[in-house]
């Protein structure tokens, strides 16, 4: 006997069953648990990648600078961000749950209440509606126009929103009108500072580099034209020898006061009158004889005698007194602005040799 129960145990093909059974679990079991890690792992990956969405979903709410109302499918708010807080001056947790139409300014007509709030009518058509403007209520009852638009579904936790964007309408335009505020003062600023370039500070008259473009599109238009064009040059007389008994400020009053004195006597938006350099001052005088230029030079001269003003350096008066040079170009003249101040220059000149307090003219 004991010999038969031996050789049932040794036997070999007795364990061969259960030896390919378990090797058999095993090869699953460890198939099972990769599977499953991996399984994990995309998991974990898919999670990861859902939470970034989500964090930057909510970055994008939260940043937005038009309110967003997040809402359900029956019309209460679930959720508001900041910019939606400050726009209708309400506390988050005072709108969860409520209905949407608590942000509407309604006016109470029926019928214009329920168009106002079948906007509110969300369905499952995509992108409802195009911009519309709407009139909405802050928590104190003050009323102001905001642009909404309502957005199509989206799935958030598995529920439905759809999000309302309000844009308000109000602020936009006081930044506009801000705008367009400030684009005045740069246009102003820049006439200004075209101002400063083109006018001589001391005087508030042109300075030279703009008379010397003036005068060639002058001498320009003449040519066109066929007109007569007139240059006037004056000297303020002994101002040097004024300076030297009054002084820089003296002498800065004085030509200050002579620049006025002559800019009144042109009655015309034409004429431009320019210092041409020290006690120098320029006129020129588009579409003038010369026979009208020497009617304006006389003028000029009364007015500064008229100002009775103090010059005790002066030889030929115990007043501030002008030299004076007249010329003119006529439509045969071959016309050049070198010649034409030339000619003033010369005719001024002759009224300083001559003694003075005067006017001379070369045609």
Same mark, same amino acid.
Request: net charge positive.
């Given at each position: 006997m004991s010999t038969g129960l031996k050789s049932d145990v040794e036997s070999p093909t007795n364990w061969q069953p259960v030896l390919m059974t378990m090797s058999s679990v095993t090869?699953?079991? *460890? *198939?099972?648990?990769?599977?499953? $890690?991996? #399984?994990?792992? @995309? #998991?974990?990956?898919?999670?990861k990648h859902l939470l970034e969405k989500h964090i930057e979903c909510r970055m994008l709410f939260d940043s937005s600078r038009d309110a967003v109302v997040k809402v359900d499918q029956s019309r209460k708010? %679930? =959720?508001?961000? !900041?910019s939606g807080e400050k726009m209708f001056n309400y506390k988050q947790a005072s709108l969860i749950g409520k209905n949407i139409n608590r942000l509407v300014a309604l006016s109470g007509d029926r019928d214009v209440d329920e168009k106002i709030m079948r906007y509110f009518h969300f369905t499952e058509s995509g992108l409802f509606y195009n911009p519309v403007g709407l009139d909405c209520q802050r928590s104190d009852g003050s009323v102001f126009t905001a642009e909404l638009i309502v957005t199509e579904q989206v799935l958030i936790d598995q529920s439905e929103f759809f999000m309302a964007i309000f844009r308000d309408l109000s602020v936009e335009k006081s930044l506009e009108s801000e705008l367009l505020v400030m684009k005045d003062k740069l246009k102003q600023s820049n006439l200004r500072v075209k101002h400063l370039l083109q006018y001589e500070t001391l005087t508030e008259i042109t300075d030279r580099d703009l008379f010397d473009r003036r005068i060639e599109e002058e001498l320009k238009r003449a040519r066109r034209?066929?007109?007569?064009?007139?240059?006037? @040059?004056? =000297?303020v007389d002994y101002l040097k020898q004024f300076g030297d008994i009054k002084? !820089?400020? $003296? @002498?800065? =009053?004085?030509?200050?006061? @002579?620049?006025?004195?002559?800019h009144s006597q042109l009655f015309r938006s034409v004429d431009l009158l320019a210092r041409y350099g020290g006690e120098?001052?320029?006129?020129?005088?588009?579409? *003038?004889s010369l026979d009208g230029a020497l009617i304006v030079a006389n003028r000029i001269q009364n007015a500064i005698r008229g100002e009775n003003i103090p010059n005790p350096a002066s030889f030929t008066a115990d007043r501030l007194t002008?030299?004076? &040079?007249v010329t003119a170009v006529h439509p045969k003249d071959h016309h050049q602005?070198? !010649?034409?101040?030339? %000619? +003033? =220059?010369?005719?001024?000149?002759? +009224?300083?040799?001559? &003694? %003075?307090?005067?006017i001379e003219q070369i045609r």
């Open positions: 090869i699953f079991l *460890t *198939t099972l648990f990769l599977t499953l $890690g991996a #399984l994990l792992r @995309v #998991l974990n990956r898919k999670n708010i %679930r =959720d508001i961000n !900041p034209e066929n007109a007569d064009l007139s240059l006037i @040059v004056c =000297d002084g !820089p400020v $003296g @002498v800065e =009053d004085v030509l200050k006061r @002579v620049a006025e004195v002559i120098t001052f320029s006129i020129i005088l588009p579409s *003038t002008l030299s004076i &040079g602005s070198g !010649p034409l101040i030339e %000619r +003033a =220059d010369q005719a001024l000149f002759l +009224a300083k040799n001559k &003694g %003075r307090n005067r």
